[in-house]
C-alpha cells in the first residue's frame, strides 16, 4: 500500500482483536499521519471506528472517537470534533484513565478555542489543568495552559492569561 498514512489494516486489527491496548501504537501512527495525508487518516480513522464498534473493543473504540476528533479539529468540523472528543472523554472517565481523559479535554479545550467559543474553552481547559496537576502529568499540562492563556487573552482577561503564564513557570521548574 503505497500511502503517507502508514496502516496496516489487516495486521493491526489482528491485533487489536489479540490484544486491544494495540490501539496505543495505531493510535501514535495515525496521529502522525493526519497532518501528513488528511484524507487517508481520515479514512482510516474511519474504518478502525468501524471495525472496534464491530468487535466489541470498548477502549481501542474510544481511542479511535479520540482520533476522529483531533481529524475533524484539523478539518474545521469544530462541532462534531467535539461531540467525538466528549464520547471518548466519557469513557475514559469511567476507566479512570488520566492521561487518556487530559487528552480528551485538551483536544475539547482546542475545538472549542478554534470555534472562538472561548468561555467553554476556558472551562475545559481549567478542567484539565486540574487534573494533570493532581497526577503530576506536567508535560501536558504545560501544553493545556498555553492554550488556556491563549483563550483567556482571546476573550481580554489579560489577568487571568498573565496568572496562567506564571502558573506555568512554577510547573516548569517541577
Known amino acids: 500500500m503505497e500511502s503517507a ?30 497532518v501528513r495525508d488528511i484524507e487517508k487518516a481520515g479514512e482510516a480513522i474511519e474504518r478502525l471506528l468501524r471495525f472496534t ?10 481511542r479511535a472517537k479520540y482520533l476522529m476528533s483531533i481529524y475533524l479539529t484539523e478539518k474545521m468540523e469544530y ?8 464520547e471518548a472523554y466519557e469513557y475514559f472517565r469511567k476507566t479512570d484513565n488520566a492521561a487518556a481523559v487530559i487528552e ?11 470555534a472562538e467559543m472561548y468561555a467553554d474553552s476556558i472551562h475545559w481547559g481549567n478542567f484539565a489543568m486540574e487534573i494533570g496537576e493532581e497526577y503530576q502529568d506536567y508535560k501536558n499540562t504545560f501544553m493545556i495552559g498555553i492554550n488556556l492563556a491563549f483563550a483567556y487573552q482571546m476573550l481580554g482577561e489579560y489577568k487571568e492569561a498573565n496568572e496562567m503564564l ?5 510547573l516548569e521548574s517541577e
Open 5 to 34: 498514512v502508514y496502516f496496516e489494516f489487516e495486521r493491526d486489527f489482528e491485533l487489536l482483536k489479540q490484544d486491544e491496548s494495540h490501539i496505543e501504537e495505531v493510535a501514535d501512527r495515525l496521529r502522525e499521519n493526519i
Open 53 to 62: 464498534l464491530e468487535n466489541g473493543l470498548v477502549m481501542a473504540n474510544a
Open 79 to 86: 462541532k462534531e470534533s467535539i461531540r467525538y472528543a466528549k
Open 104 to 114: 480528551a479535554c485538551n483536544e475539547i479545550m482546542i475545538a472549542n478555542l478554534l
Open 166 to 170: 506564571k502558573r506555568l513557570e512554577t
